[in-house]
């Protein structure tokens, strides 16, 4: 079936890097567009960035710019996220999502 | 930026009854291919957002009958026909339409059982 599946959570201080992986499968995932979106914890839905289908053009957030980085691997069916210097303000469930969104996976930037 | 307001933020119904939500656009939602680009989204407690209507009116696979979309160019509900238990949850609108592709939400509007 359609899935959709999130990895690499953690907690991080801030400052630091993480990577997020989002496994894609029960469609050919190379045809679609895929975002990002997270919401902080008790917070409503907050849309982070978007990678057309052969990742020709990226777009994000202001809250985000210049410090994450999406990108995909249509050979491995996997959506990234890079996120660099985080900060407190990005504690979040991180989701991976086209019409389908995957479960989330959780990111925690504390000292 | 597209501003998207949804009212009210909460709301008590009784089971059986039914239940309304309204999304405003700051801006049409109509796009230059005719489509309009908003959709509806459940998240019930503990699990991610699932979308239940897409294009202002069309339901997704799997979604019950007693939840219906409408609307066009800045204003749409969200209707449930009768409440039943398992609508318990938040309710999200969300525009597709303007580029370059961001989407935006709305607040959220928590149904809950009086």
């Known amino acids: 079936q359609v899935q959709l599946v999130e990895s690499g959570g953690g907690v991080v201080q801030p400052g630091g890097s993480l990577r997020l992986s989002c496994a894609a499968s029960?469609?050919?995932?190379?045809?679609?567009?895929m975002h990002w979106v997270r919401q902080a914890p008790g917070k409503g839905l907050e849309w982070v960035a978007f990678?057309?289908?052969?990742?020709?053009?990226?777009y994000y957030a202001d809250s985000v710019k210049g410090r994450f980085t999406i990108s995909r691997d249509n050979s491995k069916n996997t959506l990234y996220l890079q996120m660099n210097s985080l900060r407190a303000e990005d504690t979040a469930v991180y989701y991976c999502?086209?019409?389908?969104w995957g479960q989330g996976t959780l990111v925690t930037v504390s000292s | 930026d597209v501003v998207m307001t949804q009212s009210p933020l909460s709301l008590p119904v009784t089971l059986g009854q039914p239940a309304s939500i309204s999304c405003r656009s700051s801006?049409?939602?109509?796009?230059?291919?005719?489509?309009?680009?908003l959709n509806w989204f459940q998240q019930r407690p503990g699990q991610s957002p699932r979308r239940l209507i897409y294009?202002?009116?069309n339901r997704d696979s799997g979604v019950p009958d007693r939840f219906s979309g409408s609307g066009s160019g800045t204003d749409f509900t969200l209707k449930i026909s009768r409440v039943e238990a398992e609508d318990v949850g938040v309710y999200y609108c969300?525009?597709?339409?303007?580029?370059?592709?961001?989407?935006?939400f709305g607040q959220g509007t928590k149904v809950e059982i009086k």
């Open positions: 999502a086209k019409d389908l």
């Open positions: 029960g469609f050919t995932f190379s045809s679609y567009g």
């Open positions: 990678i057309r289908y052969d990742g020709s053009n990226k």
């Open positions: 801006q049409s939602l109509v796009y230059s291919d005719g489509n309009t680009y």
């Open positions: 294009k202002v009116s």
């Open positions: 969300m525009q597709g339409t303007h580029w370059p592709p961001r989407w935006t």
